[in-house]
């Protein structure tokens, strides 16, 4: 995805059900603008990355397993988070993609002159891995989810 440069902009790709099941998969604000957060909130793991290739219009690729054990991010082909909590086996939820506008309350609003506010998910790819039955007391399900370029 190509991450946006104008103030103001507030992407995310997160998951939502019924007033909870949210894992974001980023949320992103140009005025931090080599930071990604990555939370579970369904079992509070977090964490708040600082990467090089995170920056106003930058292109980068994100996925994210969600596992009964844990959820697993990555930046670019390569883990940058496990928060070893998991979302457990029952779990579901859909995949929301938007953008807000920030009202100026944690992070800058846009400035005055601004007419429009974009950011680009060129690839969105989501799998559900298949577990027989039998297996599912043993085996860790899991979904994951990409946005890339």
């Known amino acids: ?68 054990r844990s959820v697993d991010w990555s930046l670019n082909g390569t883990q940058v988070f496990a928060d070893g909590r998991g979302v457990g086996s029952r779990w579901y939820a859909y995949l929301v993609v938007n953008l807000s506008v920030c009202a100026g309350r944690y992070h800058p609003g846009p400035d005055p002159g601004t007419t429009e506010l974009s950011y680009r998910v060129e690839n969105l790819t989501v799998r559900r891995r298949v577990i027989p039955h039998a297996a599912e007391s043993r085996d860790d399900d899991a979904a994951a989810a990409g946005t890339g370029s």
């Not at 140009?30 to 290739?53: I, M």
Request: glycine share 12%.
């Open 1 to 68: 995805m190509c991450l946006p440069t104008g103030l103001g902009a507030w992407p995310a790709v997160w998951t939502w059900r019924d007033g909870g099941n949210e894992v974001d998969v980023f949320e992103y604000h140009p005025d931090n603008p080599d930071l990604l957060e990555l939370t579970n909130h369904v079992r509070e793991g977090q964490t708040y990355l600082h990467h090089p290739a995170v920056r106003p219009g930058a292109v980068v690729d994100l996925g994210v397993t969600f596992g009964r």
